[in-house]
């Protein structure tokens, strides 16, 4: 059975980037005893060897494995905010949004615990993270994977019903930034909507990155990453 979903806008011109919104996505359809009956079913084209596929042939190369890498650094954490607050109707203007932003020092008790600048990170322990009390503001993370990348960006997160993630990639920082809109306008942005409750996410295409900007806002009660891995797209030694 299969269900078009709902959660995505994918911008197929901006090389498959995403807003996802979790609201809009059945609630742990992958489990059991999650009833799809209402789904639509699939159509049968006959049994094996069925035109165009006459004759399956054995892989001649292995599957690729998702090696999950975790960040090894927090490069820099606080508050940031939109000086030019807008509705954003797509992801180029996200990424747009991303690249202005400007970013100060956080008030005491946003963060739980404090993150440690460029500390090496053996493991990633949950962090949350509360909501801001100025108006317009959120909370921003840039960490850094140690190495350029090309990974699926992977997260769990505890949250609240319409907070926002806005995420941007980058495999050098300019100004010590992560810039979202790179190589005379391509974009390297994603945005995640929360839902209430726990939500594990994969981005639906690998980026290539070794930097990454987190921006949490719109949320009035605290947002918790309770874990985050940049999976490492590769094919097995042989």
Request: aromatic share 10%; glycine share 6%; with cysteine.
């Amino acid at each position: 059975r299969c269900l078009v979903s709902a959660a995505y806008n994918i911008h197929n011109s901006h090389r498959y980037h995403e807003i996802f919104d979790a609201r809009q996505e059945p609630v742990d359809w992958q489990n059991l005893p999650f009833d799809d009956a209402a789904w639509q079913t699939a159509t049968v084209f006959g049994a094996a060897e069925t035109a165009p596929w006459h004759k399956p042939v054995p892989r001649t190369i292995p599957l690729i494995i998702e090696n999950p890498q975790p960040p090894v650094k927090v490069l820099d954490y606080g508050i940031a905010k939109d000086p030019v607050p807008q509705e954003l109707k797509d992801i180029f203007q996200v990424a747009q949004m991303l690249d202005r932003l400007t970013f100060d020092k956080p008030s005491a008790g946003l963060f739980e615990p404090e993150p440690k600048l460029f500390a090496p990170l053996k493991k990633w322990h949950p962090l949350k993270i509360n909501p801001p009390t100025g108006q317009g503001q959120g909370i921003f993370l840039i960490l850094d994977f140690g190495k350029n990348l090309l990974a699926i960006p992977e997260f769990t997160i505890t949250g609240v019903n319409g907070a926002i993630i806005d995420l941007a990639y980058s495999e050098l920082l300019l100004d010590d930034k992560v810039s979202a809109i790179v190589h005379q306008g391509t974009i390297n942005a994603d945005r995640i909507i929360l839902r209430d409750g726990k939500l594990v996410h994969q981005i639906n295409q690998p980026r290539g990155f070794r930097y990454m900007l987190i921006y949490i806002h719109d949320f009035g009660q605290p947002v918790t990453i309770e874990k985050i891995t940049a999976n490492l797209v590769v094919y097995p030694k042989t």
